[in-house]
């Protein structure tokens, strides 16, 4: 029997990510790697402590469906501390396994078959796969390259609604284009929800990881609070992505349908990493815009570097990425440019095209900036070496 016959018809289709594909082709060609996001320098070492101490004094087996009471209480006090926004803990707050289980659960748990999901384009691969895992049709609206940014168009989403659409999936700050959400954009997103009583699932997960432009959750906007799932984890903004160490907070009727998802997922997880989270979010509430700054000054010079090698650079408001428009180097997409770039230049890059249902991505490459600046270095000094064009 093929692959294909064995494969469940929910998963056809869907190719495997990108991301293990490109860090496995770095480690077979010896490259720098800046295709996927993940620092090479771990978090706080105060964080990792609490997590050997909660191993050694018994936090070794499953813990509550929702999550440890006190990374629940820790999240709560983080929104209301940064955000403003008041959650009951017991109720409005779940742990889940990274933000991609907290995205799983809240498709599988909120959407029914044929109901359609609104994502903005480029899209995070996860968004789709889950999408269509439950039964769901993805609409997309294209992030329009505008300013040397990339931005929404109010009318492009009122556009996508249709009599089906029961979601709207937004991430902000947006991974891939590093794009940070406008308040007169959220607004837009505001409006529509409202008018057509949608659900509003946004990632978060780079919500402190911003250069100079202020993240404002959906869930603050006037009468979103009741139709807003927040998601965010420790995994971005404390430099533990490998922890898996994730939330999804709202409503109750929200979350609870996260935990009804989630409950036959992993059922629970990381039970001595859940309260080194809490300590990380209690204790060391300035760590993240010390990363931030710190990206900032290795998001110049990549951004720089690129730009010196006459590559169009959008340089971000967030995140751990750049993008950059290939167009005038002569490949017929990304996609061939980066698997090729390995062997000609030793180092690797992520194309978006496969982030896109619309052609507007097919030139478009992502770069990681949040490794260390020798690394970043070396890979432009790599990338100028060699012959970039097709």
């Given amino acids: 029997m093929t692959a294909s016959r064995l494969t469940a018809t929910r998963l056809q289709g869907i190719p495997p990510t990108i991301f293990t594909e490109m860090s496995a082709l770095a480690v077979r060609t010896g490259a720098v790697n800046l295709g996927q996001g993940f620092p090479d320098v771990d978090g706080p070492e105060a964080v990792i402590k609490r997590a050997v101490e909660a191993l050694e004094t018994g936090a070794n087996q499953y813990t509550p469906g929702p999550g440890v009471p006190a990374l629940r209480e820790a999240v709560a006090r983080h929104q209301h501390r940064n955000y403003g926004i008041e959650l009951d803990p017991m109720t409005q707050v779940v742990a889940t396994t990274g933000a991609t289980e907290g995205i799983a659960a809240a498709i599988l748990g ?4 044929g109901d359609e999901v609104i994502v903005l384009e ?5 968004y789709v796969a889950m ?9 997309a609206v294209t992030l329009r390259p505008e300013g040397g940014s990339f931005r929404l168009h109010a009318d492009d989403l009122r556009a996508a609604v249709t009599p089906r659409t029961r979601m709207i999936l937004v991430n902000t700050p947006h991974n891939p284009t590093g794009t940070v959400l406008s308040r007169d954009e959220l607004g837009a997103v505001a409006e529509v929800a409202t008018a057509h009583d949608l659900v509003v ?3 978060e997960v780079y919500e402190h990881l911003t250069f100079g432009i202020p993240h404002v959750p ?16 420790i995994g971005k903004s404390y430099s533990f992505t490998g922890w898996k160490v994730g939330w999804a907070t709202g409503p109750q009727e929200l979350v609870g349908a996260v935990l009804a998802a989630k409950q036959w997922l992993t059922f629970v997880s990381g039970a001595p990493l859940q309260p080194a989270a809490a300590y990380a979010l209690d204790e060391l509430g300035s760590w993240p815009s010390e990363l931030a700054a710190d990206l900032r000054g290795r998001r110049d010079l990549l951004c720089a570097g690129l730009g010196e090698l006459g590559l169009r650079v959008s340089v971000p408001d967030a995140t751990y990425f750049a993008v950059t428009d ?3 180097l002569g490949w017929p997409d990304g996609d061939t440019f980066c698997r090729a770039l ?21 030139q478009l490459v992502r770069w990681t900036f949040c490794k260390r600046p020798e690394v970043i270095e070396e890979a432009v000094v790599r990338l100028g070496k060699a012959d970039l064009s097709a």
């Avoid at 959906?218 to 984890?233: I, W």
């Fill in 342 to 362: 390995p062997e000609r230049a030793g180092v690797v890059a992520i194309p978006l095209q496969g982030f896109y249902d619309s052609d507007a991505g097919r």
């Fill in 110 to 113: 909120l959407v029914n078959p």
């Fill in 131 to 139: 999408i269509q895992m439950a039964g769901g049709v993805r609409r």
């Fill in 201 to 203: 699932v946004t990632d």
């Fill in 326 to 328: 290939i167009s005038d």
């Fill in 218 to 233: 959906v869930a603050t906007l006037p009468g979103m609070f009741e139709r807003t799932l927040t998601l965010s984890s």
């Fill in 122 to 126: 480029p899209y995070y691969d996860s």
